[in-house]
């Protein structure tokens, strides 16, 4: 038995070569060489995205978020049910044929639904898989990130309106001042406390001893609306998107055709960053040792 076969396999689908024999077997062997000292471990799988603009192959993190990758091969693989867009719950390969439906240049992909607007998703969630320490928010001050005092009035707003009696947008209005001084103070309090706390505050529960890794270039992380909102949508960062850590579950990395997911990043696009023509994810498979 080969010693890396999901490699040998990834090879043919990527890059052309046969799996049995090769005219060039040296290149083949460099190459190999390459994708397997990208991977982090040699026992995860790998997900093989077949996109209408091209081919991404991504390494998928058990490491990092072990429940995440399972919810993303059942339903790739059509063994985990999902509720269908008619509402009735069915079995098959979730994401063949699906659309991405938001991509945005210098940032990232976005797919996963299956409504195809942003609204879809398997008809159940399930929780973050974040392991804050991992990623160092124990340690980073809520002062150095300038993103979250907008974060911190996420936290405080509804103290602030119970303790000014707001419960209008008139009422709103007519105390704004009071408001803001009040939201002032709060975040000073906040400045000296860690982002995990604030993430915390925000409803994100977090889990120890998991190998989380950051939402940086090339990284795989789910889409959500809120902590513990997972479903199916997923986006693949073409930048480093650090602002983002311990909020998305990072659940795998590109190892190759990440210029396809910057391609993609740069079709023509509506304003709600749909692109205009159709880009389709027409085949996911997974492999696995």
């Not at 396999?9 to 290149?27: E, H, M, Y």
């Not at 860690?194 to 915390?200: G, I, K, P």
Request: include cysteine; aromatic fraction near 6%.
């Amino acid at each position: 038995m080969m010693k890396y076969p999901i490699l040998s396999t990834v090879l043919a689908l990527t890059l052309g070569v046969s799996s049995a024999c090769s005219k060039t077997p040296k290149n083949k062997a460099a190459a190999m060489e390459n994708i397997k000292d990208k991977m982090r471990k040699d026992t995860n799988p790998i997900a093989v995205m077949e996109t209408s603009q091209g081919t991404i192959t991504i390494e998928l993190y058990r490491h990092a978020a072990p429940k995440t990758v399972e919810n993303f091969i059942g339903l790739a693989k059509g063994e985990k049910e999902f509720t269908d867009t008619d509402g009735k719950t069915v079995k098959r390969p979730y994401y063949d044929g699906l659309i991405f439906h938001r991509v945005i240049p210098n940032f990232m992909i976005q797919g996963g639904d299956i409504k195809g607007n942003g609204t879809g998703g398997p008809g159940y969630q399930f929780a973050d898989e974040i392991n804050a320490k991992a990623l160092g928010l124990d340690k980073v001050k809520v002062s150095a990130s300038p993103m979250a005092r907008n974060e911190v009035a996420q936290v405080v707003r509804g103290d602030i309106f119970k303790a000014l009696n707001i419960k209008s947008q008139a009422d709103l209005t007519a105390k704004m001042k009071q408001a803001e001084a009040m939201l002032k103070t709060e975040q000073e309090k906040w400045n000296n406390k860690s982002l995990e706390e604030l993430y915390t505050a925000r409803g994100i529960t977090y889990t120890p001893n998991l190998e989380s890794e950051s939402n940086t270039k090339g990284s795989l992380s789910m889409a959500n609306a809120g902590p513990n909102t997972n479903g199916s949508q997923f986006f693949i960062s073409v930048v480093d998107n650090l602002y983002l850590d311990g909020k998305h579950t990072v659940f795998g990395r590109v190892l190759g055709g990440l210029d396809i997911a910057e391609k993609i990043t740069k079709v023509e696009r509506d304003q709600q960053d749909r692109p205009k023509e159709n880009v389709v994810l027409k085949k996911l498979t997974i492999l696995e040792n």
